[in-house]
């Protein structure tokens, strides 16, 4: 075992602190990685802090992961050392369920092993995510990361970029749609890039007439007040697909009413508390409200490859380990723009 730095939330109520955690000696089918840049999602806030229940302490989050190979096992065959590579939401899964011989490795059957709060295969094996200096993953859920773009923006595509993608890509966005994107955030300026660079038709619905610069920066083609009723009914039954990023408790039926028949609407934030959905707005337009997680590890490598095809990736903020606990706080009250990562240089 090896014992590496990280940074790691004791309990729920307590600041993430330096923490020293023991990664496996590379096995025969095993990628070492030294990471260079981790991304923040808010999926690491909500289990920091056990919002959604289940939280495993010590928790070293982070699953925004992109670095270097340093050392490869005997059977390793796509990656050498020095490769730049990237590590996702999930780092195995059983292989042989119905959803992993899919491709679709993020619902397995028998349970995902995702990056942290997690357990392995073996069924006992805590995962450590990537607010560390070094993680090792078997060599099938590591992805190829080009280096035609920088590569701490290239971070959040590991989850925010996927997340956005997978849907769009699932529904089978097209030129000529119209796609609204709720909430403007680390997700949402993905998914205006990414359903933009597809030819859509983007609108970005927002509570802050704040954001309509930023998303006309992004590539969004109109802009629209959430708060203004009149505005809301005006915009009724006009999306084909509404992705809502929101994470923070909101009403779902005043959305659901924007959507044209047979619309979509997909759930990509969790908050903390459910919403009650009214069956007459899905009823009455033969609309669909629909969940969707990230992609698997095909579909991911996909994303990538498009993404720098096509000069995609996250707007970020760089910061040092040292200022994690502020970047939650930050990015609890929406004050970045648009997502933070952090430089893991300073964490030696």
Known sequence: MNSVKSYAAKSAEKPLEPFQIDRREPLADDVEIKILYCGVCHSDIHTARN????TTYPIVPGHEIVG?????????????????V???????????CGNC????EQYCENGV???????????????????STHIVVTQKFVLNI????????????????????????HWNVKAGDKVAVVGLGGLGHMAVKIAASMGADVTVLSRSKDKEKDAAKLGAHHFELTTDPDNMKRMGSSFNFIIDTVSAEHDYNQYLALLKTNGVM?????PPK??????????????????????????????LDYCAEHNITSDIELINIDQINEAYERTLAGDVHYRFVIDMASLN
């Open 51 to 54: 919002e959604w229940a289940g």
């Open 68 to 84: 270097k190979v340093t050392r490869v096992g005997s059977d390793v065959s796509r990656f050498k050392v020095g490769d730049t």
């Open 86 to 96: 990237g590590v996702g939401c999930f780092v195995d899964s059983c292989g042989h």
């Open 101 to 104: 011989k899919e491709h679709n």
């Open 113 to 131: 092993s995702q990056t942290y709060n997690s357990l392995l295969q073996d069924k006992k094996t805590i995962t450590y995510g990537g607010y």
């Open 146 to 169: 080009s280096d035609k773009l920088p590569l701490e923006k290239v971070a959040p595509l590991l989850c925010a970029g996927i997340t956005t993608y997978s849907p769009l890509k």
């Open 266 to 270: 997909v759930l990509l934030g969790a």
């Open 274 to 303: 459910p919403s009650e959905v009214s069956a007459f707005q899905l009823i009455g337009g033969r609309r669909s409200l629909v969940g969707s997680l990230v992609g698997g590890i095909k579909e991911t490598q996909e994303m």
